[in-house]
């Protein structure tokens, strides 16, 4: 069973950095893509990043500011966020996905994590 739960959301300024981090289970890890995708309210669901094997992709809108990376043997995946600003405001969630891609669908997906920029 697919199991995802995510952390480390909060309230930053501007400019600030976040590290978020998702428990994943066995069975997420091993065979499926894990993705990171955000949404604000009243806004579309966005995909940030995403990573499987070593293979990492990540979305125009946070490129060179987000990176994804994961740790198989704690089954974390993290998602750093750095050089905030406010239209970063939403709540993240890890899902899994069968391939990296902003056009596949979520599968799976935690609870969410709320990250809030603001002075």
């Known amino acids: 069973q697919v199991q995802l739960a995510e952390s480390g959301g909060g309230l930053v300024q501007p400019g600030g950095s976040l590290r978020l981090s998702c428990a994943a289970s066995a069975s997420a890890l091993d065979y499926y893509a894990i993705a990171w995708f955000r949404q604000a309210p009243g806004k579309e669901r966005e995909w940030v990043s995403c990573i499987r094997g070593a293979f990492t992709y990540t979305g125009a809108s946070v490129q060179g500011r987000f990176a994804i990376s994961r740790d198989m043997r704690k089954r974390m995946v993290y998602l750093q966020m750095n050089s905030l600003n406010f239209e970063d405001t939403a709540t993240y969630y890890c899902?899994?996905?069968?391939?990296?891609?902003?056009?596949?669908?979520?599968?799976?997906w935690g609870q969410g994590t709320q990250v809030n920029v603001s002075l």
């Open positions: 899902a899994t996905q069968n391939q990296c891609s902003d056009s596949n669908p979520f599968l799976a």
